[in-house]
Structure formats: structure tokens, C-alpha cells
């Protein structure tokens, strides 16, 4: 019995040794998309290669999603002539419409793009909202689940640009 629970032991030592820190890539580039804007327009993440990118995955009926969406219209306002670029995938099925009065109502200015199931599932986004800032590079320099700290989005993207 003791053996066993040694060679367990030695086992799941190992295994945890495979998943540590070290082991993880960091900076993954982030996957590439074309979604459509509200004008039905396509937008290409890759289009901003070169600049930071703030994505928020959000929807009109996440609480959360529509209290951080203010300090995120105050980033976008503070930074896009930086070099910051905000995009917002409206994870929200039927009416557009909807979402384009949703959107004025707020005095949202930043770019806002309809979702899809796959990009969903590439960004392994599971809960709303989730925001994902990308450096310069495309690379996901840092991820957020739930509701967004704007003081800490700020610094950042600040130690990015």
C-alpha cells in the first residue's frame, strides 16, 4: 500500500511539475476575426495590428457588462489617440436594432461588433463579460473574467502603449 501511494505521490508530483508556471506560453497570440460592425460593416482584429486592443465580450442583459461599459467609454476616450482601440462583441441574439439604441443610450462611441459562436469559443469565453487586452504584437498580454476594474484596465494598457 505504501509503495502505491509513493508511486502516486511521484506521479502527481510530476504532473504538477508539467503544469507550472514555467510551463505556460506566455503572450499567446490572439485569434484573428472578422465580425460586423453595426453599420455591417467587417472589422478584422488584424486590421489593428500595431495598436492595443481592448475586446469586451458583453451583452444588454449582463448587469455587470453594463456597469463596466462607462469606464470603458472613458478609456476609449482618454487613450484612442494613443493608440487604443476598443472592441466590443455583442454577444446578444436578434434584434440589432435593440443593441444600436442600447448603445446611444449609454453615449457609447467605441466600436461594437455582433458576435459569433466561433469567436466566442476561440476567446474561451464562458461568462460575460470578458475582456481580453491585446498588445501591439496581437499577442493577449492580459485577460479579465466578469466584472471589469476600469483602474486597472488603465494601468494596463498604460504599461503596453
Not at 448587469?63 to 455583442?90: F, N, Q, W
Not at 474561451?124 to 484596465?153: H, M, S, W
Amino acid at each position: 500500500m505504501r509503495k502505491w501511494l509513493l508511486a502516486l505521490s511521484i506521479v502527481g508530483g510530476m504532473l504538477l511539475i508539467g503544469c507550472s508556471e514555467g510551463s505556460k506560453v506566455s503572450n499567446p497570440p490572439a485569434s484573428d476575426f472578422v465580425l460586423k460592425d453595426l453599420n455591417g460593416n467587417n472589422v478584422a482584429l488584424s486590421d489593428y495590428r500595431g495598436k492595443v486592443v481592448l475586446i469586451e465580450f458583453w451583452a444588454t442583459w449582463c448587469p455587470p457588462c453594463r456597469a463596466t461599459m462607462p469606464g470603458i467609454e472613458k478609456l476609449h476616450k482618454a487613450y484612442k489617440d494613443r493608440g487604443l482601440v476598443i472592441l466590443a462583441i455583442s454577444l446578444d441574439s436578434g434584434d440589432w436594432d435593440f443593441v444600436k439604441s442600447f448603445l446611444a443610450s449609454y453615449g457609447i462611441t467605441y466600436t461594437v461588433l455582433r458576435g459569433t459562436d466561433d469567436v466566442q469559443s476561440k476567446y474561451g469565453v464562458r461568462a460575460i463579460p470578458t475582456t481580453v487586452i491585446l498588445d501591439k504584437q496581437g499577442r493577449i498580454a492580459k485577460r479579465y473574467l466578469g466584472f471589469g476594474n476600469e483602474d486597472d484596465f488603465e494601468k494596463d494598457i498604460k504599461a503596453i502603449l
